[in-house]
Nanobody
Framework: EVQLVESGGGLVQAGGSLRLSCAAS????????IGWFRQAPGKEREWVSC????????YYADSVKGRFTISSDNAKNTVYLQMNSLKPEDTAIYYC?????????WGQGTQVTVSS
């Protein structure tokens, strides 16, 4: 069974940092891209970042570029999202996402709240 389990969310003041983790299981981690989406209250889910450990590629939404960094540890089947210089508008539920063959796999989400 494919699973994505996020952790690391919490409450932080503006300007602070958090690191999210997503542990993947049930598939060959390094064979697929993996990334993050977020959904703020009353808004649609939006793409944040994705990458591939097989080629080191990393992509970011303009809203987080220069502040967020995606990385992965193949030995732990885990992807991370280092979030620096956090802003109140980064407040959202963050979801791990893996586009596997024929379907998208999602984690349960982790709440990030940035206070001003």
């Amino acid at each position: 069974e494919v699973q994505l389990v996020e952790s690391g969310g919490g409450l932080v003041q503006a300007g602070g940092s958090l690191r999210l983790s997503c542990a993947a299981s049930g598939y060959t981690f390094e064979d697929y891209a993996i990334g993050w989406f977020r959904q703020a209250p009353g808004k649609e889910r939006e793409w944040v970042s994705c990458g591939s450990s097989s080629d080191g590629s990393a992509y970011y939404a303009d809203s987080v570029k220069g502040r967020f960094t995606i990385s992965s540890d193949n030995a732990k089947n885990t992807v991370y999202l280092q979030m620096n210089s956090l802003k109140p508008e980064d407040t959202a539920i963050y979801y791990c996402w893996a586009p596997l063959h024929g379907y998208d796999c999602w984690g349960q989400g982790t709440q990030v709240t940035v206070s001003s």
